[in-house]
């Protein structure tokens, strides 16, 4: 009888586990860093997506108010509160253009609302003519 040796036994050894678990575990570390981060980061879009809807709406209702409303006077309006739980602060100003376009006036609409690192807002500009 001839003695033949054992093959390779099929398998990971103890050590490549042992290095598996370590790059895994640097993964789901890195992983939970970033958690944090997209957390603030969808918060702040939500914010500024919601400004936005409000600055825009504030736009729209202008444009179909007559020339003689009280929004339309020259001159800077607000703050209008709006917003769920009174969150974001509305402003906006109304101002004639220079010849030759004095008949054209300026919008700027402003939302703002105080952020986790200060203030924010979102500035909407549009043209009416009268």
């Known amino acids: 009888m001839t003695h033949r040796p054992h093959p390779r036994s099929a398998g ?7 290095i598996v678990l370590v790059l895994l575990s640097v993964g789901i570390m890195a992983l939970a860093r970033l958690l944090p981060t997209a957390s603030r980061e969808q918060l702040r879009d939500r914010m500024r997506t919601g400004a936005s809807y409000y600055a825009q709406d504030k736009i729209e209702t202008m444009r179909t108010l007559s020339f003689s409303a009280q929004d339309l006077t020259l001159g800077a309006h607000g703050p209008e509160i709006v917003g769920a739980k009174s969150a974001y602060q509305r ?9 030759p376009l004095q008949n054209i006036l300026r919008v700027d609409v402003v939302v703002a609302w105080t952020a986790s690192h200060g203030r924010d807002s979102v500035l909407a500009t549009t043209y009416l003519n009268y």
């Open 91 to 99: 402003t906006w100003n109304v101002a004639p253009l220079a010849d």
């Open 12 to 18: 990971y050894s103890l050590v490549e586990l042992m």
